[in-house]
């Protein structure tokens, strides 16, 4: 059978590869978008939420996409060490940072030649810009058949915002949770505060808790970052397991983010953030590895903070985070003029 699109009524017709990182979905928007105007990356960010927003919808709500689909649109950077640009996307907007993505589109870079380099063993070095910054990431290759495995990426500096924060959470009352960047601002609170297990708990009922605490943590904290007020945003909030002191054995946690969205993988960036938080509260030393186990699916990345540095005023750290994405298919997408769900929808 012929698998070319049929003909259509000169609707956009976009191409994309779809991968998952620890069973987080990644969509990687190769061809069919506009040209995104922008001197920077973060004003490219600005143009694609405020003009081409129906394009996210289209990709990531249903009936093509799902709530919980994430997306990745490659862009030009406008820093020569740059190998791609990326722009994030999720079921309410654009994120600026994901870790779970930067490991599948560094996998993706070398398989498709987006590298500036020739591909060498062990590891081939991919320098993703985000709209936090420079993301160096290294993905692990074979000369003799060509193949791409694991990866790992050295963060943007992180860093704890604020620790023991009170904040008022509807339905729970007075709750103490910690705020800490990782490329994006997440806040941090044990499972067991709510009565929940990250690994047992049913996950409406995590999402429900997460998300009074991010809507009580938006109302209630003003967030600032050193170098933009376009980071300066709380992404979502993630609950743990309370196992924060350096240890052997994984420590799980479940991010909630967006509209509600819960991450499959243990979050890239979150992983960042709480190393940074580990670090600050003296838990976790420079080079010691810790495993961060996804409370939603079970899957694993490292972590290790590996530097110490400054953002602005803040101490900080830069945090290695290693894992592996695989490709699960590549699709063409259709937006025809007379469909009048071309935009996507979401369920409430």
Known sequence: MDLRLPPNDGGRVLRVVDMHTGGEPLRVVLSGYPEVPGDTLLAKRRHVRDRLDRLRTALMLEPRGHRDMYGALLVPSELPEADLAVLFMHNDGYSTMCGHAVVALGRLAVDYGLVKREPRAPETPVNIHCPCGLVRAFVQYSESDGKTGAVRFHSVPAFAFATDVSVTVEGFGEVVVDISYGGA????????????????????????????????????????????????????????????????????????????????????????????????????????????????????????????????????????????????????????????????????
């Open 185 to 348: 601002f997440y806040a941090f609170v044990g499972a067991k505060t709510f009565g929940l297990d990250v690994m047992r708990s049913k996950t409406r009922d995590l999402v429900d808790a997460a998300t009074e605490v991010t809507k009580a943590v938006k109302s209630q904290v003003k967030l600032h970052h050193p170098t933009s007020e376009d980071l300066a945003f709380l992404y979502g909030t993630i609950l743990t397991d309370d196992n924060d002191a350096y240890s052997s054995e994984p420590t799980a946690n479940v991010c909630v983010f967006a509209e509600a969205q819960v991450d499959r993988s243990p979050t890239g960036s979150g992983v960042t953030a709480r190393i940074a938080l580990q670090y600050h509260k003296g838990l976790i030393g420079l080079n010691q590895t810790r495993t961060f186990q996804s409370g939603a699916t079970g899957s694993l990345f490292t972590g290790k903070a590996i530097q110490e540095t400054t953002c602005g005023d803040f101490k900080a750290v830069v945090v290695e985070v290693a894992g592996r994405a695989f490709y699960t298919g590549v699709s063409h997408f259709v937006q025809e003029k007379d469909d009048e769900l071309t935009d996507g929808f979401l369920l409430k």
